[in-house]
């Protein structure tokens, strides 16, 4: 039928969709209500308090409840958002289900739809994962965001360009490590020759790295960053 999606494509489509709801639900009977042992989980939910709160970006737990300028506030703005903890949990799982499709989505670019939903339906069941789908921690949004910002990337329009930066941003503000993936996409662009979507890159990631910078130096003048931290002797 004209102006419809191929048989194909709507088959991996549901595929991805399948093996998304799979992990969800392999992750559901896993699931583990109680927090995470580790600290950087209660540090978050202070986080999304402060700001929920309307105290600001604040380490409420610290004398003086000082401004936070280490983790990046994505994460915690979306616990802020969230509220009740099992919420946040299971927005945790969503996102790792949401890793799942996209690495389904992905993959066909790369390898085609076979080993695209082989290696999705591997994810799927994946111990890691699964455990990370029940933490509050960053990782989960993170890698999503860095997922969708590659397969943005390899779509190659121009809604795929802007949501490659978009994701590559977010993913910065999830994660400091997202500074990769940040300025991956500018270079990327000159290597294929397109010289006004890497200068749209590369003026977006200045943005964002100066203004977390700025709000770094204003907010901890004497706190250092992650970056700072990799040249310490000893960070701890």
Same mark, same amino acid.
Not at 152 to 167: E, P, Q, T, V, Y
Not at 175 to 200: D, H, N, Q, V, Y
């Given at each position: 039928?004209?102006?419809?999606?191929?048989?194909?494509?709507?088959?991996?489509?549901?595929?991805? =969709?399948?093996?998304? =709801?799979?992990?969800?639900? =392999?992750?559901?009977?896993?699931?583990?209500?109680?927090?995470?042992?580790?600290?950087?989980?209660?540090?978050?939910?202070?986080?999304?308090? &402060?700001?929920?709160?309307? +105290?600001?970006?604040?380490?409420?737990?610290?004398?003086? @409840?000082?401004?936070?300028?280490?983790?990046?506030?994505?994460?915690? &703005?979306? !616990?802020?958002?969230?509220?009740?903890?099992?919420?946040?949990?299971?927005?945790?799982?969503?996102?790792?289900?949401?890793?799942?499709? &996209?690495? @389904?989505?992905?993959?066909?670019?790369?390898?085609?739809?076979?080993?695209?939903?082989?290696?999705?339906?591997?994810?799927?069941?994946?111990?890691?994962?699964?455990?990370?789908?029940?933490?509050?921690?960053?990782?989960?949004?993170?890698?999503?965001?860095?997922?969708?910002?590659?397969?943005?990337?390899?779509?190659?329009?121009?809604?795929?360009?802007?949501?490659?930066?978009? +994701?590559?941003?977010?993913?910065?503000?999830?994660?400091?490590?997202?500074?990769?993936?940040? !300025? +991956?996409?500018?270079?990327?662009?000159?290597?294929?020759?397109?010289?006004?979507?890497?200068?749209?890159? +590369?003026?977006?990631?200045?943005?964002?790295?100066?203004?977390?910078? @700025?709000?770094?130096?204003?907010?901890?003048?004497?706190?250092?960053?992650?970056?700072?931290?990799?040249?310490? =002797?000893?960070?701890?």
């Amino acid at each position: 039928m004209s102006g419809s999606a191929p048989r194909g494509a709507l088959s991996f489509g549901w595929a991805a =969709v399948g093996l998304a =709801v799979l992990h969800a639900v =392999v992750g559901l009977v896993l699931y583990e209500p109680t927090l995470f042992p580790g600290g950087d989980n209660a540090g978050y939910l202070i986080l999304g308090d &402060a700001l929920r709160s309307g +105290a600001g970006y604040r380490d409420l737990y610290l004398p003086g @409840a000082p401004l936070h300028a280490k983790y990046p506030p994505l994460f915690p &703005a979306m !616990l802020a958002a969230l509220g009740a903890v099992q919420a946040s949990k299971l927005a945790v799982l969503a996102c790792t289900s949401l890793v799942v499709w &996209a690495t @389904a989505r992905l993959g066909r670019l790369y390898a085609g739809p076979r080993p695209a939903l082989l290696a999705a339906g591997l994810l799927a069941i994946n111990p890691t994962l699964l455990e990370y789908g029940h933490y509050i921690l960053s990782e989960a949004p993170f890698t999503l965001a860095v997922l969708l910002a590659l397969w943005a990337f390899k779509r190659d329009d121009s809604k795929g360009a802007l949501l490659a930066i978009l +994701a590559a941003a977010a993913a910065f503000a999830t994660r400091t490590a997202g500074l990769t993936i940040l !300025l +991956a996409l500018p270079l990327a662009w000159i290597l294929k020759r397109e010289p006004r979507r890497s200068l749209w890159a +590369a003026a977006s990631a200045l943005a964002v790295l100066l203004a977390w910078g @700025a709000y770094q130096s204003w907010a901890a003048p004497n706190q250092p960053g992650y970056l700072q931290e990799l040249v310490l =002797v000893d960070p701890y």
